[in-house]
């Protein structure tokens, strides 16, 4: 079941690595919010990384994509600079780098708002796949509706049964294909949901 | 289907972008390699990137684990510095990094060999998906042997099919429940072949 193992594959390549404490030199992504707040004098109103799933599965090399031109009257994101990367040594490679994403929400009529946040990466890969005719054939008898919905699913069970991982990580479904929606609103309604 | 999956994702997610040149700061998987050798003043005889795929499934965080302690009349592996590390936007992620590792075989009475290699990282995660008893009984019924046969099958397929990428990925599969077998030696044999 593809959306099943690729929230396994997610949690357990991915999460585990970069939400709890490794108990030596990584602190863990509260302690690594926490760091970045006192380096750049911001405030993250939730700390947790917002893992933003797309309808289309389809997330763009950076978020801020999703804005919608030419409306300032919408909150609108920015990305700026990273939280404090994560080294280790992974399957034979020395150093791997595991690296999240600063982001901004600004807003018409009130400060800006920050939060770690990022698409959720094995579905955009997929989305890839599916692109390539190449590949699509192995994948052949694909419900994209359905590998959202185990991938979310199978996800938050993960997430929740994890003492380390729970309460870190937040699943935003984002409807892209519906012109009426802007991500900055849908994230800035989770955060009040969450504050 | 499991190891048609992770090949698709492995090949989509991770060689399409360390592999081919992007066309412009990245040339491509050669051109590191050559700027490797000219900076460290070595040679590699096959310049291309070995992916080791076990039995087991499992990837040591670095590959020297495979050397056979206590063995100074065997090849052994030794890990050296990464490749020039690739940046780039990846599905909301702002500069994720892609970061290759140079290796070493130093042999008994021979001069050493460099390759850049690692292991199958998708095969690894799978391992640790399933030894967590939390996330294996999403995937009850999974068959390793199958999965490997798999894996190594679409991605040489994949591989194979795209100019980019042809001609510059060797998978290597080796049997680390068998003592007998030593990595390095296989790596050794496989450089020959390719000679
Ligand atoms: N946002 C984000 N940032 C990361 O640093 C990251 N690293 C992994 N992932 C996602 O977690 C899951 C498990 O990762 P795994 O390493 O087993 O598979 C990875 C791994 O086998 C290979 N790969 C990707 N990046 C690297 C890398 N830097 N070095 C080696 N292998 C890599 O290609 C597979 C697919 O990668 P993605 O399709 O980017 O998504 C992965 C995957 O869904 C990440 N997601």
Redesign the interface.
């Known amino acids: 079941n ?1 959306g ?6 997610y ?3 991915y999460l ?1 690595h970069v939400l709890p404490s490794d108990g030596a030199k990584f602190f863990g992504f509260l302690e690594n919010i926490k760091i970045y707040e006192n380096r750049e004098g911001v405030v993250f109103p939730v700390k947790k990384l917002f893992v ?1 799933v797309t309808k289309s599965l389809f ?5 801020v994509e999703f804005n919608k031109t030419g409306r300032d009257d919408l909150p609108k994101l920015e ?1 700026c600079s ?1 939280l404090t ?1 994560i080294e ?10 595991y ?3 600063a982001y901004k929400i600004y807003r018409p009529s009130a400060p800006p708002v920050c939060l770690c ?6 579905l ?3 989305y ?2 599916l692109k ?1 005719s ?2 699509s054939e ?2 052949a008898g694909i419900n994209r509706e359905e590998i959202v919905h185990d991938f979310l699913t ?1 996800l938050r069970k ?1 997430i929740t ?2 003492p380390e991982c729970r309460g870190k990580c937040e699943l935003v479904y984002f409807d892209d294909s519906n012109r009426d929606l802007n991500l900055a609103d849908v994230l800035l309604d989770r955060i009040r949901e969450l504050e």
């Open positions: 593809y099943v193992g690729m929230a396994c594959s949690f357990e390549g585990v933003v997330s763009p090399p950076a978020l990305a990273s990367e280790k040594d992974v399957a034979g490679v020395k150093n791997r780098i690296r999240s994403t946040t990022e698409g959720g990466t094995p955009n890969t997929l890839r796949v390539n190449e590949l192995e994948l199978t993960l049964k994890s």
